[in-house]
């Protein structure tokens, strides 16, 4: 069940993004955490019991919401804006 | 965006483009000067003003209620000032040190030499910690705000707002108008507690009017409101399912897959700690704040704060505190300044201080947390250290020092280095040692303040090794 759910920007225009190599969309204007908070019920698992995270404040300062790419890029979903064709990673216990 | 000012004098820096430093700006701009604005957010506004990514049809009205006109405002204003001021977005200031500055701007750090430092770094959310706050679907009420005003997402199909402050009432309905579903509004505070507001009416009736009556409006919608709630868990295996409350010795228990969650804010104090501004404990905000004079002016010659991130004050106070403090700066220039500006500045955010001591009686601190915070709870969310941890730890070393706890015990020295924990680690560490919050010392802050990649820490001191 997606965690975020969708009130305007429904039918703008979408964004492909792999979500642990499922192809998704997000709409143009999502950041990072908007796209995978609609489509999935978190972000990560926490360093040390493997807990599941999907982020806190929304603002940059809490640093819950640290993702991966497959390429091994790190970055924090609240603050990132949706780019096409990232292929996003939410399975591996360490964002780290 | 242009590169660093390359004349005589370098530019004067300001931290953050919020209400309090577009005001600033503006000041500065006013009498000649050509300020390098950073600010870490796409576009300017601050949280409070926040603007989206993109268009979606929602009016600026949708958006900011009734503050829309003091938000247009401040975009229009700032907007203006294009080509008269350096304006970096989405810029992060990660060190302070020797009068320059280390910002990280598009996956690169410059260092910036500046003469006159203005910050007005703002505020989020205060939170205490409780069981299964760490569960996919708690947001801060910061954050359930943005989701809503910035991505126009809800946080749940059935959410419960928890906490107190007037941003609990203010985002809970804000969501009702959005048409989300609200399923109840928490106060951690008494009702009678209310009646504080009384005080605030002849100092700002129209804020005061304006809270009754979303108050109105929410229980008029069907809404449920409770006062005095304790003992608040959140259930959920892998997100909320639920959350249960004791209110007047009687269980309650409600299904929620959302919770937006705060307890007032906390200043953001990170880089005039960096700065070398002294600090000094303020017990309406329970933490300890950046020294400045009624203009602005920290211990430091050369250093302003404004805003949210010296003082909790709100968004309307900012505003006139950023242009104070831009005053300040003309006048230890030697520039001309508006001195009866100054002093009808100075006299507004006077009122504006009185009227935050009604509001802090209105939606109190809830002060037994630290007594009643369970042993298992997850304290620190980064490091993920239960409250038991902590109290084992300031027990065992004898610690009564904050930073001592965070050596012993790693508390506020994960990622977020004490933003989310470090109010709560202050108040388990006050009522563990039997002393006053006030005296337990602050957290220190380190560079970089916030995380950023090894690669750029290594490129900047390349850069001052080259020099």
Avoid at chain 1, 3 to 28: K, N, Q, S, W
Avoid at chain 1, 51 to 59: D, H, K, T
Avoid at chain 2, 327 to 353: F, N, V, W
Avoid at chain 2, 358 to 386: M, N, Q, S, Y
Wanted: with cysteine; net charge positive.
């Amino acid at each position: 069940m997606p965690l975020l759910h969708r009130l305007v920007r429904a039918d703008h225009p979408a964004i492909p993004f792999t979500l642990d190599g499922v192809a998704c969309e997000g709409r143009t204007g999502d950041t990072v955490l908007t796209a995978i908070l609609t489509h999935a019920d978190r972000l990560r698992l926490s360093e040390f019991s493997a807990s599941p995270r999907a982020g806190f404040c929304q603002m940059g300062a809490c640093q819950d919401c640290w993702i991966v790419l497959e390429s091994g890029e790190r970055l924090r979903a609240c603050s990132t804006s949706l780019t096409a064709g990232m292929s996003i990673v939410t399975r591996r216990a360490r964002a780290a | 965006m242009t590169g660093v000012s390359t004349s005589e004098r370098p530019q004067p820096l300001i931290v953050g483009a919020g209400p309090a430093g577009i005001r600033a700006a503006q000041a500065l701009v006013k009498a000649g000067l050509r300020p390098l604005v950073v600010d870490e957010a796409p576009s300017c506004g601050g949280q409070i003003y926040r603007q989206r990514l993109v268009s979606d049809g929602r009016s600026t009205r949708d958006l900011y209620g009734s503050e829309a006109p003091k938000a247009e405002a401040l975009h229009r204003d700032f907007a203006a000032l294009d080509g008269k001021l350096d304006y970096w977005p989405q810029a992060l200031l990660w060190n302070l040190r020797d009068g320059r500055a280390d910002i990280m701007i598009e996956g690169t750090s410059r260092q910036v030499a500046y003469d006159g430092l203005l910050l007005a770094t703002g505020a989020t959310d205060r939170t205490l910690p409780l069981p299964g706050w760490t569960l996919p679907g708690v947001f801060t009420l910061g954050g359930a705000q943005i989701a809503l005003k910035s991505q126009g997402c809800a946080i749940g199909s059935k959410v419960v707002f928890l906490g107190s402050g007037p941003l609990l009432y203010l985002v809970a309905w804000q969501y009702m108008k959005a048409g989300a579903r609200v399923a109840a509004v928490l106060d951690t505070a008494p009702f009678a507690a209310k009646f504080n507001l009384l005080r605030g009416l002849p100092l700002f009736p129209g804020i005061v009017l304006r809270g009754m009556r979303m108050t109105a409006e929410l229980k008029l919608a069907g809404i449920a409101l409770h006062y005095g709630v304790g003992d608040v868990r959140i259930e959920g295996a892998s997100t909320v399912a639920a959350i249960a409350w004791r209110q007047d010795g009687m269980e309650h228990r409600l299904a929620c897959d959302g919770i937006g969650y705060g307890l007032a804010l906390r200043s953001e104090t990170q880089a005039a700690d960096l700065a070398g501004c002294r600090f000094a404990f303020n017990t309406r905000d329970r933490a300890a704040l950046p020294e400045r004079d009624a203009a602005g002016r920290t211990s430091v010659p050369g250093v302003y704060i404004a805003g949210d991130g010296a003082g909790i004050a709100g968004a309307d106070a900012a505003e006139r505190a950023g242009e104070r403090a831009a005053l300040a700066l003309l006048q230890d220039r030697g520039l001309p300044h508006d001195a009866a500006r100054a002093a009808t500045l100075e006299a507004e955010l006077a009122s504006i201080g009185r009227f935050r001591d009604v509001l802090e009686a209105a939606f109190p601190f809830p002060a037994h947390w630290a007594r009643d915070i369970a042993d298992a709870t997850t304290l620190c969310r980064c490091e993920e250290i239960t409250a038991g941890e902590i109290r084992a730890a300031i027990g065992r070393f004898g610690v009564h020092e904050l930073n001592r706890l965070k050596a012993v015990s790693r508390v506020g020295m994960g990622r977020c280095q004490g933003r989310v924990c470090g109010a709560a680690a202050a108040e388990l560490l006050a009522h563990e040692t039997g002393r006053g919050i006030e005296a337990i010392g602050r957290l220190r802050s380190q560079a970089p303040v916030k995380p950023v990649p090894l690669t750029l820490a290594l490129s900047a001191q390349q850069q001052e090794a080259a020099e």
